[in-house]
């Protein structure tokens, strides 16, 4: 598992980091890390050797942010998964190279997912990660219910076709070999992906969707916050 934590939330703004803003008391990258142990815990696959969960941060907020979470997060994976710390690189894709690095030798599936989306449902996390055992790749995704307008200088050029689009989310699992070619493709060509799997596209290669939920939503801006609370509780999240 990658927890990718390292932007800078720039959109959110404020002074503390967008990961460790606190949701009901406690980091939105603690909700993240135990919900995502949660799935793997309940994922429908084998795992030979244990499973690991990488967290990639920024340098600069390991002492002030991280630091005081590690015991908390040393609670949450505890002796069923492995915890490590990565610094992050200067975009998603270098960030996520340098987490994907530090794995074992032995990880075959890796789950990435962003520390921003704090609901991550579990049992939809499971599925794709069974997805991905299954296919070699898949995410987290919610159909589209606005209609949906390709915009250029303010101008409208097309309305897209609303039953065939998507809204991606994360987590999204890929294998690792099949992720580091992605990746290697990707530097080559230059490629800056908005997603991880939008890298695995680029091969050609199959990605399947699992039904996500509208309560993943990904905290963005300050308005984000409070409804994150709102859906805390909520079954439907």
Excluded at 36 to 52: F, M, R, S
Excluded at 80 to 92: E, P
Excluded at 136 to 159: M, N, Q, Y
Aim: glycine share 8%; charged share 25%.
């Amino acid at each position: 598992m990658l927890l990718l934590a390292a932007g800078r939330g720039a959109r959110f703004g404020g002074a503390v980091p967008k990961a460790f803003l606190r949701l009901r008391g406690r980091p939105l990258l603690l909700h993240a890390a135990e919900r995502l142990c949660a799935a793997v815990d309940g994922a429908a696959i084998a795992v030979a050797t244990g499973n690991e969960l990488i967290v990639v941060v920024h340098r600069d907020d390991r002492e002030p942010y991280l630091e005081p979470c590690r015991p908390e997060l040393e609670a949450i994976t505890g002796t069923r998964c492995r915890l490590h710390v990565v610094d992050g690189g200067a975009s998603r894709q270098e960030s996520m190279q340098l987490g994907l690095a530090a794995a074992a030798a032995d990880v075959d599936l890796v789950l990435v997912h962003d520390a921003a989306r704090a609901l991550v449902p579990v049992a939809n996390t499971s599925a794709c990660i069974a997805a991905a055992a299954r296919t070699g790749a898949a995410l987290l995704a919610i159909p589209a219910t606005d209609t949906l307008k390709r915009v250029r200088e303010l101008r409208v050029e097309a309305t897209l076709e609303r039953d065939s689009v998507w809204q991606a989310q994360t987590p999204q699992v890929v294998r690792r070999e099949l992720l580091q070619r992605a990746l290697v493709a990707a530097r080559e060509a230059g490629f800056a992906g908005t997603d991880d799997v939008s890298l695995v596209e680029r091969l050609g290669h199959p990605v399947e969707v699992v039904l996500g939920t509208p309560g993943n939503l990904k905290i963005t801006h300050p308005g984000d916050l409070p409804l994150a609370e709102a859906l805390f509780d909520s079954p439907a999240r």
